[in-house]
């Protein structure tokens, strides 16, 4: 144990070595920031999370959130049947798989797209308020679904609405957890993001319930009630992080020009210092490389056993096996990412995003049902493994105070190839008749992904050794910590004292 101790002080001080220089402030206003900013880290760090208590009623209410939004978004395969049949079938409409998956596509991308914009809005009104607002939002695109059948207009109520509000109802729900977990932050988000797989679980089975007695708009009604729970939910996202902001900084902010406040505040909550850093820039573009492939099984894979296989009663059996899994890999993900000492945590993701690609190219391999089934259960695993170890490498990239906006900027990196995914796989379909093309498709992007991916702790071990051989520079390096905003992340102060 003490060797282990040693061994992650070794690797911190490493970390250390590897700051970036700070760019020099251009005023005396810059110069007061950056030790305002000093004085809310210390005030933070000083903060001992209660490490339970009402943060496991947040650890309940953010659960829902997780398990609601993303068990709506991948069951959409059953959705994606009944949209076909309800537009009168492909025999009518060729294109109609396409114009369909751009539905279920849409929204998913727009939950990573606005991730940016929702770390800003988490950093300005807080958690409670951004999280209980895109609930609303995600519910009246969910309810208004219901009185279309136009796909055109559902791209807006269900993809821009319910997508959009979902992004900005989950990111905060993340957020929160560290204003009441510390030492149990690891156990806290597995349960959370455990959640969407129970979710996912259940909703295929619910979908092909309801759907077949009430119909594909009393569906979507029955689905816009999750969201209503969730409004009420979300007012229990309360910060408790104490008020760091200076009383002196308004009368300050006074006296600055039109132009040197919007410089500080699209400092405070639009900082692309994470950009500076090459290891974070090629760890974001593999990700958003391997996901261009990641939710087409989510999509197809329903009507592929369907039309391979003829399994037109048990096809929603493939995104329970998924969802089952990914919880079992979300939930074993956390102790072993605990194991894995400082970056090489990526290995974890390299291998998942690896295994990702070599399954969803077997999927057209496979002779029957069942052994689509198998291949879905090591499909939902690598896609537990990949999510939950996302957070903690992000934290070892830029560090804790700069997370929030490096997760925020990663989710929307992923927006467009997350997006583009299932459309084009199900234009492959359209053009070639066959499903295999589409999952070979799905199945490379992965693979590549995850060996830009390989490359992360190698260019972070050469870039160390470089820092080392000029010790004189090391020296004169100095480590600052630069806010999102006044306060951490979601604790504004019109809520701090709440």
Known sequence: MALRRQKEQALSEEKGALEEEDEEEESGGGRREASGGAAAGAAASGFTPPEGGFGWVVVLAATWCNGSIFGIHNSFGMLYVLLQEEGGGVEKDPSLKFKTACVGSLGMGM??????????????????????????????????SSFTKSLEVRYFTYGILFGCGSSFAFQPSLVILGHYFKRRLGLANGL????????????????KIISGRLGLAHT?????????????LSLTFRPIFPSTSDPHDVEHVDHRSWRQQCVSQMRKYFNLRVFRKKTYRIWAFGIATAVLGYFVPYMHLVKYVEVVFDEKERGWIVLVCLGAMSGVGRLASGPIGDLIPGLYKIYLQVASFMVLGLMC????????????IVVCLFLGLCDGLFITIMAPIAFELVGPMQASQAIGYLLGLMAIPMTAGPPIAGFLYERLGKYAFAFYFAGVPPIIGGLVLAFVPLVYQRQLKKKRLDSGKDKMLVSESVMNGELLPGAPAMEAGI
Do not use: E, N
Request: hydrophobic share 55%; proline share 4%.
């Open 111 to 144: 939950i990573f797209f606005c991730s940016p914009l929702v770390s800003i809005f988490t950093d300005r009104i807080g958690c409670r308020t951004t999280s209980a607002s895109g609930a609303a939002i995600a519910f009246i695109g969910l309810f208004s």
């Open 192 to 207: 959370v993001t455990a959640g969407s797989c129970l979710f996912s679980m259940g909703l295929p089975f619910l979908l």
């Open 220 to 232: 979507f009604q029955v689905l816009s009630a999750f969201m209503l729970v969730q409004i009420f």
């Open 361 to 372: 190219m077997m999927i057209p391999l496979c002779q029957g049902f069942w052994g689509v």
